[in-house]
């Protein structure tokens, strides 16, 4: 059964960075594509960034392009989110998903199906 452990959140100043970290536990883990999500409060969930099982594509939506960076370690079964310039409305949840596939990040999004129970990420004014 495959797990995943958030950390890394935390509060900081509008500008600055944080990295997000996401422990999968579980066996096959260079067999899952990887992704980031995030929901502010009120809203709905929104997809942040995915990576390829391989880690040699990633893909994502515009709102973070340049700003975030998603990779992976598959030795150490663990996927980061370096988070840079950081604003205000990047306040919110931040959730690691998993989905065992070796689609495209840009098309897997649909199908993540394991999800770790997010870190907090506050970006204040």
């Known amino acids: 059964q495959v797990q995943l452990v958030e950390s890394g959140g935390g509060l900081v100043q509008a500008g600055g960075s944080l990295r997000l970290s996401c422990v999968f536990s579980?066996?096959?883990?260079?067999?899952?594509?990887m992704g980031w999500f995030r929901q502010a409060l009120g809203k709905e969930r929104e997809f942040v960034a995915s990576?390829?099982?391989?880690?040699?594509?990633?893909y994502y939506p515009d709102s973070v392009k340049g700003r975030f960076t998603i990779s992976r370690d598959n030795a150490k079964n663990t996927v980061y989110l370096q988070m840079n310039s950081l604003k205000p409305e990047d306040t919110a949840v931040y959730y690691c998903?998993?989905?065992?596939?070796?689609?495209?990040?840009?098309?897997?999004?649909?199908?993540?199906?394991?999800w770790g129970q997010g870190t907090q990420v506050t970006v204040s004014s």
């Open positions: 998903a998993a989905v065992l596939s070796a689609m495209d990040p840009k098309y897997v999004i649909p199908y993540f199906d394991t």
């Open positions: 579980g066996h096959a883990f260079s067999r899952y594509a």
């Open positions: 990576i390829s099982w391989t880690g040699g594509s990633t």
